[in-house]
Structures are given as C-alpha cells and as structure tokens.
C-alpha cells in the first residue's frame, strides 16, 4: 500500500476523539489500519492502550544495531465532524486528499509510516519508531504513554507546518474564576449582591492584561495573549445571581511556566477585592501544557534543514507554530524534537484537506533524516 492508499485508509477510519464528542469512535478501528499496515509492509508492531478504548500504535523500523534512534509521531485522533458530508470518505481532487483528519493530522502519520519502511530498506544500525498517538486533541494520554514504552535520540512530530521547520510552539493554561454573590428575589436589591455584575470587573482586568501581553513577544510566535473563553451564571430572571463562573485560556510563550500564570491570575483577582469589598471570587487552574522550543543552533534542526533541502526547491524556512502539539511532552523527555509536516488547509473546520505532493516530500524528507541520524 503506497502512501495515497494509506492515507486513505487513515481517513476512512473514524476516530473522533470520545473525550471531545460524546459517543466518538476513538482510535480502536485505525489503530488497527495502522498495525495491519506494518505488518505487511515487514516491521514490527506494538499496541498501547492503558486506557481501554483510546490505543496507540508503536511502529518500528528496526536497524542493525548500535544507531541512534529517531522517533516521528504523530496523533490519530480527530475532533468533530460536525456540518460535514461523509467526513470518513476520502475524497481525491487533484493533489488534494479531503475528509476529516486529512490535514491535521493523518497526512503527516501516513509520512512518517512510509518513511519507516522505506528507512527499513537502507540497511541503517539505527531503528525508525513511529509513534501513532491517541488522545492529542484533548489530553494527550497516546502520547505520555508511547514515552513509557520507548526511548529516541531524536524526534520530528509530523503537524501540518506548510513545509516549514518550527522550532518552538505556544503553550497554553486553562483556569476558572468562580465569583461569589448572595441570591435574592429581584424586587429587594437591599439583600442581592449579583455575581454576574461582579465578574465585570474580572473581565475589565483581563482586557488590561492582555494589552499588556502585547508587550511580551517571542520572534518566532509573536505575543502572549489571554482571553474569556465561557462565562455561566444565574438560574432565572426574577432572581440575584450567586454564582457567576468564567473560564479563560492564557496562551504562553517559551519561560513562562504554570506557577507563574496561576500568580498572574490571583494578583488579578487581589486587585478587584481591593476595589470593592463586597468582591469574592476565587480561582483553580484546570489544565497546564508547556510551551516548547529548540535551538536552532542544535545537530537536529541542522540535520532536518539538510535533509529536507534534498527534497524541496530550496531550505525549508525555520518557523514557530501558534497551536500546541505532542512535542512538548518529547522535549520533556528529553528528546530533542522539531515539527515538521505537510500543508493543507481545515483544520477543525468544515472541509479539510492535506496535499498529497508535500506528503510525499514529508516522506523522502524523513526518509533522508533518517539516513544521517541512524546510519
């Protein structure tokens, strides 16, 4: 099976991620393309799935012995299909592959499992592990369980990054503020405090400080931001509210840390209690993913540039990605690791398309990396 029928095969398998959509397939049915795939293309294939439902697949290209090891992973999950016709049938109109997942992000796991069994071929010492992940678009479980299970001397995730090399991406935090008033009946002012008026001066306090992120720049992904994201309050009209609960994304740049949001956030709150003494409100942080960076000065990054200037017409550029990915769990592990995948378009959108050419040169890409790293 070459790479368009691979890809093909990834996108007819529905695996929407259950975590994000009630009732989603999950990644059992290609999770299982993937292991049959291996198989008959002649390497070795290990299921992972601490988490019943939710598998991952390790692929791996062993060597002769004694070379480095390079990881490519990428996650098979997808998100929802929502306002889309036969998102699971891929559908080829020039070199554009469509249907859910085809850009973000099967194109670039079908890459990285060609390039394994092409790199099997070489005579390499070194082994190609893909790791074919679950769980990326919610919590990333396919991942931090592939780390348990193996070891890399080097990394590419396979994101769509246009045919760029980037080298850094956002993290992000997300918390929720909860404000406290005192319920009363509409007519008597004289007993209510209302929460949801409250928030209003945490969403006055959020604007200032995400002008003042304005300031806080990195050159390859530009500012650090913060926003509202949902706010939920009251239980009718007739009543004071007492509760009114926000919940927000800070979007971080490569230093800034978990702790030191979670501090922002309370000296935010600090500021309206001192304003209003009736003001009550308190705040927990529910989920934390660290930003990510390499040098660009690292053997990696060098070696990715050279490998994909033997495919492409000329250096891919060095870039930075706004979204966050699986490669900040790798370079936690202490791995060095880069993005590097196809382009498309559609992302968590309605229609979504991968480009079959820059698949294929994804590939050859990895496949040449492969070549320098593990020989």
């Known amino acids: 099976m070459e790479l368009t029928d691979l890809l093909a095969a990834l996108v007819a398998a529905d695996s929407v991620n259950p975590s994000l959509v009630p009732g989603g397939a999950g990644e059992t049915?290609?999770?299982?393309?993937?292991?049959?795939?291996?198989?008959e293309a002649g390497l070795e294939s290990e299921r992972l799935e601490e988490t019943p439902g939710r598998p991952s697949v390790l692929v791996r290209a062993r060597g002769t012995g004694g070379g480095r090891t390079l990881l490519l992973c990428g996650h098979i999950d997808t998100v929802n299909v929502e306002g889309m016709t036969d998102p699971h049938t891929p559908r080829i109109e020039g070199e554009r592959l469509y249907g859910r997942g085809a850009y973000d992000m099967k194109g670039g796991v079908a890459a990285a499992l060609i390039a394994a069994r092409d790199a099997s071929r070489l005579g390499l010492a070194g082994d190609v592990v893909v790791a074919a992940v679950a769980d990326e678009e919610h919590a990333s479980l396919g991942v931090q369980e592939a780390l348990r299970n193996v070891s890399a001397d080097a990394a590419v995730v396979t994101e769509p990054t246009e045919l760029e090399l980037a080298v850094a991406h956002k993290g992000f935090v997300w918390s929720e503020i909860e404000v406290t008033g005192r319920s009363a009946h509409g007519s008597r002012p004289h007993l209510g405090i209302d929460a949801i008026l409250k928030m209003g001066a945490v969403l006055k306090e959020l604007e200032q400080l995400d002008r003042s992120l304005a300031d806080r720049t990195h050159p390859l992904l530009g500012r650090a931001s913060v926003h509202a994201s949902q706010i939920e309050g009251g239980v009718e009209l007739s009543s004071y509210p007492a509760q009114c609960t926000l919940g927000l994304e800070r979007r971080t740049l490569p230093g800034e840390a978990g702790p030191?949001?979670?501090?922002e956030i309370e000296s935010l709150l600090e500021r309206c209690r001192q304003a209003d003494s009736e003001f009550q409100a308190s705040h927990r942080t529910l989920l934390v993913r660290e930003p990510f960076e390499i040098g660009q000065e690292q053997e990696l990054v060098g070696l990715v540039a050279e490998a994909a200037a033997?495919?492409?017409?000329?250096?891919?550029?060095?870039?930075?990605?706004?979204?966050?990915a699986d490669s900040a769990f790798i370079a936690a592990a202490g791995i060095p690791t880069v993005l590097f995948g196809p382009g498309g378009e559609g992302a968590h959108a309605v229609e979504e398309w991968v480009s079959l050419a820059d698949t294929e040169a994804v590939a050859r890409t990895l496949v040449a990396l492969a070549a320098r790293i593990c020989a």
């Open 29 to 39: 049915e290609v999770a299982g393309v993937i292991d049959g795939w291996a198989r």
């Open 310 to 324: 033997e495919v492409l017409p000329e250096p891919p550029k060095i870039t930075g990605a706004s979204y966050w």
């Open 260 to 263: 030191e949001i979670e501090a």
